[in-house]
């Protein structure tokens, strides 16, 4: 994998979605970012929805890493993003929950501030490529979050005595996503030429790891045990049940806390 340098952001005001513009002419180093997306993409298949200017989404192209380094781009992706957040001028401190969203703390709890998803593609010239987007909410005051386990940076920054800060001052999402691609540019190059530095990291930054889980799987599975690692393939280990289960995110509906 060649250095990684960005084009100029194509940014819009709204648009349908990043991703899908981005696998429209998935060129390496192209970048789409959107303050609204009126079919903003969730994982398998979910939407993802704020109201207008509430939001950023940013998503970028990236040739493809080896296959086995392929399993970590979503998890880099979250971990340049929670870096960005937390070395901010409007800072905030963030953790990361296995495989795709990044939580900020917001009172006593943490909550979901941004959600990552990853599409392969091939590139003009017929490589294979990676869009992966990252939607970050910014403004949402409390009754505009689509669900109460969700935060918006304006919230978690909280204000004085307890009231909701003010919306985030002009140029915060522009510095926002300089700070996240470079960010992601550094972690990518890493991933590549030293990846343990990088799954330490992350590691290192992930909630989910050594927490009780519940791991829902397609048709129905359930697997319950203690989140113990994620392995070299970016995949979640789980122990439970005198025994150990290896889980793929793209095999996985939802990973929860077990109760």
Not at 130 to 136: D, K, P, R, S
Not at 179 to 196: E, I, K, N
Request: glycine share 10%; aromatic share 4%.
């Amino acid at each position: 994998m060649d250095p990684l340098s960005w084009d100029a952001p194509e940014w819009h005001a709204s648009i349908d979605s990043t991703n899908l513009e981005a696998l429209r002419e998935p060129r390496p180093g192209r970048v789409v970012v959107a303050d609204h997306q009126s079919a903003g993409l969730g994982r398998r298949g979910r939407s993802w929805t704020a109201p207008p200017d509430s939001s950023v989404a940013v998503s970028v192209v990236l040739p493809a890493p080896g296959p086995a380094l392929l399993g970590w781009v979503p998890l880099v992706t979250g971990l340049a993003v929670s870096q960005a957040l937390s070395r901010s001028r409007y800072a905030v401190p963030t953790v990361l929950k296995w495989p795709n969203d990044v939580l900020a703390r917001d009172g006593q709890e943490w909550l979901k501030i941004c959600g990552v998803l990853a599409h392969a593609a091939v590139d003009g010239g017929g490589a294979p490529a990676v869009v992966v987007g990252a939607g970050l909410n910014i403004d949402q005051t409390r009754e505009e979050l689509p669900v109460p386990t969700a935060t918006s940076w304006r919230l978690a920054r909280g204000g004085p005595e307890g009231k909701v800060a003010a919306p985030l001052p002009d140029g915060a999402r522009e510095q926002f996503v300089t700070d996240y691609l470079d960010r992601l540019a550094h972690l990518m190059g890493t991933l590549v030429r030293d990846p343990g530095t990088v799954r330490t990291a992350y590691r290192d930054h992930c909630s989910t790891i050594g927490a009780p889980v519940q791991v829902h799987l397609p048709e129905g599975g359930l697997r319950t045990g203690a989140a113990v690692d994620v392995d070299e393939t970016g995949a979640l280990v789980v122990e439970g049940d005198g025994r150990r289960t290896v889980h793929l995110a793209g095999d996985v509906v939802h990973v929860r806390p077990a109760v």
